[in-house]
């Protein structure tokens, strides 16, 4: 069982949707990570959230962190074909003073132009 | 420099033999992750290191994975006697990583395929 459950696995959608991907867990985090991965690239940093309930906007990226600090969610409005790539979620320190991240195994979104 | 850089970039490997990937830190960096990526997943963690000390190497799938960060800035992951399961990318990040921010910049990754 994956500590880190994403969903959908996969999405391909027509450019100017909305969508939303999901990172879902039994466990409680004190932070959470959402990146962003291209082919041929490491994953880059897209958004820390750390207090349950917290919304945070980047552009037309909307994360939420739940209230009880089991899940997350990713809302992209007006998706761009340059929104392509795979989105992952992370948490640091799953284990004692485990200081790696635990990466789910992400949604891969492709938006056709 | 003003990334993680990782070399190769691409290696092939026959079953058996070798292999040597290098990566260089963000300068400054103290935190050094080495991650493997199969194909259609996500990262899983290997070993980390903090400047030259290796605190955890729980990640590595056998002992024929080796890591080390003699200086405490460039970091070389070694794969003795490859086997196709080998076959993955491996990524590098480095972190100031203070308690209360933990940005981890990756590398580009090196694609290991072993033949």
């Known amino acids: 069982t994956q500590l880190l459950e994403q969903s959908p696995q996969f999405l391909s959608i027509q450019e100017g949707e909305n969508l939303t991907v999901y990172c879902n867990s039994s466990s409680v985090f004190s932070s959470l990570q959402w990146y962003r991965q291209e082919p041929g690239e490491g994953p880059v940093l897209l958004v820390t959230?750390?207090?349950?309930?917290e919304v945070k906007k980047l552009k037309r990226l909307t994360f939420q962190f739940g209230d009880a600090r089991k899940d997350s969610s990713l809302h992209i409005t007006a998706a761009q074909p340059g929104d392509t790539g795979l989105y992952l979620c992370?948490?640091?320190?799953?284990?004692?003073?485990?200081?790696?991240?635990?990466f789910g195994s992400g949604t891969r979104l492709q938006v056709q132009p | 420099g003003a990334g993680v850089s990782q070399s190769p970039r691409y290696k092939v490997a026959k079953r058996g033999q070798d292999v040597a990937l290098r990566c260089d830190p963000i300068s400054g960096h103290v935190s050094l992750f080495w991650y493997q990526q199969a194909l259609g997943q996500g990262p899983e963690f290997l070993t980390y290191?903090?400047?030259?000390?290796?605190?955890?190497k729980s990640g590595l799938p056998s002992d024929r994975f080796f890591a080390e960060r003699p200086e405490g800035s460039v970091s070389t992951l070694k794969i003795q006697r490859t086997q196709q399961e080998d076959s993955a990318v491996y990524l590098c990040?480095?972190?100031?990583?203070?308690?209360?921010?933990?940005?981890?910049?990756f590398g580009s990754g090196t694609r290991l395929t072993v033949v």
């Open positions: 992370a948490v640091r320190g799953v284990d004692t003073g485990r200081r790696a991240l635990t």
């Open positions: 290191f903090q400047n030259e000390a290796q605190l955890d």
């Open positions: 959230v750390v207090t349950g309930g």
């Open positions: 990040a480095s972190s100031l990583e203070t308690e209360s921010n933990y940005g981890y910049t």
